[in-house]
């Protein structure tokens, strides 16, 4: 008798090779096993909550406050724009994908008054045009996601962050899929609020806001009219009740302070725990893994005849965008490769959804024990689709790449 073998049912969950949420490391999950601490207690806030943003300024590169707020990627670009914009001001949104219109979306609610700058996505920013626009617009800030989750491209926030120092713009970024995956310098490429969220590159639990604030952008949040609309997201709260006066804060070193919101506990434990791992493991070290992984499952992809999206001088490493071979149905091959092989990876978003397919490599997820068996799925899964391939050339392309570049 034949019999089909689902190879996924001894499997208790699918790999996650999405662009986040990602795996997270054992001793980030173990962080999460104790019975809850209080939010406003001492030891909490001043052994984990503190220790942990001090950390993060290494991840971030900069010398700025770090402030960590329950929410996600999300809620970083919201209260980072909701804390430096009035209704009206000037903003120049740089859009290349659908993160860089969510930022659109936002400054709406805000009623900012912005102009989108329109990038095709996955083509290159021409940044000899961008530079006119700002110097037209002279806005009070200009926003762009540094690595464009949706098309799998990463954009060169240097050179935007330069511009927006020439016009005496804002640099809003947002470092979502980047941050601890891609190298992000805040402090050395001008950028006055670094937004990202916990579950991607920086291998931690969703459900935490990040956002690294210059000292620039504290003034701008001082000078406003009136205060921010939100009360649990605006960002000046955080200076005004937390930061200590020795970092530029309001409140006297050593005296009892407040968070602003309730932070959770295990999230920050984990966090906390996630960031002495990339630390340790060292930012250039965990780059150039990145850069590897992305560039084996590259090859391996294109061995199967496979072709990215993007323009190939900016794909990303940290996500992976692929044209589905045509006839093939995304979504079936996202099915067929969590249901018969346990490995879950994403479709296109928004009108490239029937179209791409897109692999994340990130944190633990950048390393051969993860890229080749998802190369492997995705060969077997396409197989049983009807797609045709040279059996185990992607997987052998991408580990002769490990094998050369590792
Ligand atoms: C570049 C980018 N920006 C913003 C977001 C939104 O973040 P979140 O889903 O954590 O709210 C995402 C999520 O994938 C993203 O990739």
Same mark, same amino acid.
């Given at each position: 008798m034949s019999l089909t073998i689902n190879w996924a049912q001894c499997h208790t969950r699918p790999l996650l090779m999405?662009?986040?949420?990602?795996?997270?490391?054992?001793?980030?999950?173990?962080?999460?096993?104790?019975?809850?601490?209080?939010?406003?207690?001492? #030891?909490?806030?001043?052994?984990?909550?503190?220790?942990?943003?001090?950390?993060?300024r290494d991840v971030?590169?900069?010398?700025?406050?770090?402030?960590?707020?329950?929410?996600?990627?999300?809620?970083?670009?919201?209260?980072?724009?909701?804390?430096?914009?009035?209704?009206?001001?000037r903003v120049l949104v740089v859009g290349a994908g659908q993160f860089g219109l969510l930022m659109r979306e936002i400054m709406n609610r805000l009623e900012a008054d912005w102009t989108e700058f329109p990038v095709e996505w996955g083509a290159r920013l021409d940044m000899a045009r961008l530079k006119r626009e700002a110097e037209r617009i002279r806005p009070k800030a200009i926003t762009l996601v540094?690595?464009?989750?949706?098309?799998?491209?990463?954009?060169?926030? $240097?050179?935007?962050?330069?511009?927006?120092?020439?016009?005496?713009?804002?640099?809003?970024?947002?470092?979502? #899929?980047?941050i601890a995956g891609i190298d992000v310098r805040t402090d050395e490429w001008g950028v006055d609020l670094n937004m990202t969220g916990s579950q991607k590159c920086l291998a931690a639990p969703l459900g935490l806001a990040l956002v690294a604030v210059s000292p620039r952008a504290w003034e701008v949040m001082e000078r406003r009219s009136k205060p921010a609309r939100s009360f649990a997201y605006d960002l000046l709260r955080w200076r005004?009740?937390?930061?200590?006066?020795?970092?530029?804060?309001?409140?006297?070193?050593?005296?009892?302070?407040?968070?602003?919101?309730?932070?959770?506990?295990?999230?920050?434990?984990?966090?906390?725990?996630?960031?002495?791992?990339?630390?340790?493991?060292?930012?250039?070290? !965990?780059?150039? !893994?990145?850069?590897?992984?992305?560039? $084996?499952?590259? !090859?391996?992809?294109?061995?199967?005849?496979?072709?990215?999206?993007?323009?190939?001088?900016?794909?990303?490493?940290?996500?992976?965008?692929?044209?589905?071979?045509?006839?093939?149905?995304?979504a079936a091959v996202v099915t067929q490769m969590r249901d018969r092989y346990g490995i879950l990876i994403g479709t296109g978003l928004d009108k490239m959804r029937t179209t791409t397919l897109r692999i994340g490599t990130m944190g633990v997820t950048a390393s051969p024990p993860y890229v080749?068996?998802?190369?492997?799925?995705?060969?077997?899964?396409?197989?049983?689709?009807?797609?045709?391939?040279?059996?185990g050339a992607g997987v052998a392309a991408a580990q002769a790449a490990f094998a050369d570049l590792g």
């Open positions: 999405i662009p986040g949420p990602t795996e997270l490391p054992f001793p980030v999950i173990q962080a999460m096993n104790a019975p809850p601490s209080i939010q406003y207690d001492r #030891s909490f806030d001043e052994v984990v909550l503190e220790p942990t943003t001090l950390a993060l971030f590169q900069t010398k700025n406050e770090v402030i960590l707020m329950p929410g996600s990627g999300r809620t970083a670009l919201e209260a980072g724009a909701l804390s430096v914009i009035e209704p009206g001001d540094h690595n464009e989750t949706s098309t799998g491209t990463t954009y060169p926030a $240097a050179e935007v962050g330069t511009i927006a120092r020439s016009v005496g713009a804002l640099f809003l970024l947002d470092t979502v #899929s980047s005004e009740w937390w930061v200590p006066v020795s970092r530029g804060g309001k409140v006297p070193d050593g005296a009892p302070r407040r968070q602003p919101v309730s932070m959770p506990t295990h999230l920050t434990a984990a966090m906390n725990v996630a960031v002495r791992l990339i630390l340790e493991e060292g930012l250039s070290h !965990r780059f150039r !893994r990145h850069e590897v992984a992305a560039t $084996a499952l590259r !090859r391996g992809v294109a061995a199967m005849g496979i072709e990215m999206f993007p323009d190939p001088s900016i794909v990303s490493n940290t996500v992976s965008c692929l044209k589905v071979p045509k006839s093939i149905d995304p080749l068996p998802t190369l492997s799925a995705l060969e077997l899964a396409l197989r049983d689709l009807g797609y045709k391939s040279e059996p």
